[in-house]
């Protein structure tokens, strides 16, 4: 779901359903403020995708006092988009991201953790 659609019930149900699946399965407390924090998110699609950066924002929002006090604290975003028809290996892919690739279903995985000093990234 788009942060830029017109359509606001179906961002917030979707907003809804991120924060409910986030609740279920972080098990920790959320990560305080002053923690800078990497996003990584990996969208599995049909052949009609979202555009990348716009569901970067709800899944953002969705999060906050679940998983991290603010967004604020997201420093790094990664997104990568492919599609299910694509050839995607599987070896070394989280479980839950390997086993949509398998039967074909749509999915965004989403992955929080420090982020990591800036060179790391150059």
Same mark, same amino acid.
């Given at each position: 779901?788009?942060?830029?659609?017109?359509?606001?019930?179906?961002?917030?149900?979707?907003?809804?359903?991120?924060?409910?699946?986030?609740?279920?399965?972080?098990?920790?407390?959320? #990560?305080? /403020?002053? $923690?800078? =924090?990497?996003?990584? =998110?990996?969208?599995?699609?049909?052949? @009609?995708?979202?555009? #990348?950066?716009? #569901? #970067?924002?709800? /899944?953002?929002?969705?999060?906050?006092? &679940?998983?991290?006090?603010?967004? !604020?604290?997201? @420093?790094?975003?990664?997104?990568?988009?492919?599609?299910?028809?694509?050839? /995607? /290996? &599987? $070896?070394?892919?989280?479980? &839950? =991201? +390997?086993?949509?690739?398998?039967?074909?279903?749509? &999915? !965004?995985?989403?992955? !929080?953790?420090? +982020?990591?000093?800036?060179?790391?990234?150059?």
């Amino acid at each position: 779901m788009s942060h830029q659609t017109k359509n606001r019930g179906n961002l917030q149900a979707w907003k809804s359903y991120v924060e409910r699946f986030a609740q279920r399965h972080w098990k920790n407390p959320y #990560i305080p /403020i002053g $923690t800078d =924090l990497r996003l990584t =998110l990996v969208y599995l699609c049909d052949d @009609s995708p979202a555009d #990348i950066d716009n #569901i #970067i924002k709800p /899944i953002q929002d969705a999060m906050v006092g &679940i998983v991290y006090e603010d967004d !604020v604290q997201i @420093s790094d975003v990664d997104s990568h988009r492919r599609y299910l028809t694509d050839v /995607i /290996i &599987i $070896t070394g892919l989280p479980k &839950i =991201l +390997a086993d949509a690739v398998k039967v074909g279903n749509e &999915i !965004v995985y989403v992955r !929080v953790q420090s +982020a990591d000093k800036l060179g790391v990234y150059l």
